[in-house]
């Protein structure tokens, strides 16, 4: 096995891990830390939204074109990019409103004169929520991993910020759970299980693109992680960055990580 092909598992494994590290933050915080949510989620959007476009989809239209001329290889870039923005907005307009797994959670709202309830809509809402970012994560896993093969300095970035934005949806998952059983195993299990769907996803694509992966696949799987990013980042992640929001945090947490990328692309040339 390659060195990348190595590092493409490890960082989609280390992006989807991270769900667990806000069902941590959210048994040992008693309420939500809406600048620090604010800010990273917005640094997220802003780290995925500039190396789509500055990047990713450069990159998928320069093999294309290669391949296919300036005219065909063109076409096929945008309409790709936008297929994959149609692949995850089917998938978001199946997941109920109450579950999705980027709508405003805090710590306070699940607490009921500071102790544990036995809530079964509780409970129902922790589970469909931990589905709901299992069928997220998926083809973020794909989107890591191919960004890994292309380019590892590239992989690590999309993966540290799809790590970054995992972190409000593991406490999205197991808040709720813990509050209805009080049961903090059983919160972190379905908190740490739903992103397991990340490297999931890392593990198809390898047996099933693979095998395909061509200058013409690369191009068009490339060009729709773009156009998944970059929906992911407006319909989501600043949504809820917005929703925590607190004197413009979202903004500067936006400008950061466009600016960190950025910096990271010029260091890598």
């Known amino acids: 096995m390659s060195h990348d092909l ?3 598992f490890l960082f989609t494994l280390f992006a989807g891990l991270a769900t667990g590290i806000g069902s941590l933050l959210a048994f040992f915080a008693k309420t939500t830390n809406t600048k620090f949510l604010s800010f990273a989620l917005g640094f997220s959007a802003g780290v995925m939204i500039y190396v789509s476009f500055v990047d990713i989809f450069v990159k998928a239209k320069e093999s294309l074109v290669g ?3 300036e005219q065909g290889g063109s076409w096929l870039t ?10 995850i907005a089917i998938i978001d307009r199946f997941i109920p409103k109450q579950s999705n797994p980027h709508e405003l959670k805090k710590i306070e709202d699940m607490r009921r004169n500071g102790s544990a309830v036995n809530d079964p809509a509780l409970l129902k809402m922790g589970v469909f929520t931990a589905l709901a970012i299992g069928i997220h994560n998926f083809p973020e ?12 300095g590239l992989g690590l970035a999309i993966a540290i910020a799809v790590a970054i934005h995992n972190i409000p949806e593991g406490i999205a998952v197991s808040v709720p ?3 209805a059983t009080n049961d ?9 299980l739903s992103g397991l769907a990340e490297p999931i996803g890392a593990v198809v694509a390898f047996l099933v693109l693979m095998p395909f992966l061509s200058e013409i696949t690369f191009g068009v799987i490339f060009a729709g992680v773009a156009g998944i990013m970059v929906f992911i980042s ?5 949504p809820a960055a917005k ?4 004197a413009h945090v979202s903004i500067y947490g936006l400008i950061s990580g466009m600016a960190v990328m950025a910096v990271s692309l010029l260091l890598i040339l």
């Open 141 to 152: 896993g794909i989107a890591t991993f191919v960004s890994t093969l292309q380019d590892p």
């Open 67 to 69: 391949e296919l001329g």
């Open 78 to 87: 945008v309409g790709s990019f936008f297929a994959g923005i149609a692949l």
């Open 243 to 246: 929703k925590y929001d607190e």
């Open 6 to 8: 190595i590092l493409a």
């Open 184 to 192: 903090k195993k059983k919160a972190f299990r379905l908190s740490f």
């Open 177 to 179: 759970i813990y509050y």
């Open 234 to 238: 407006l319909d989501e992640l600043l």
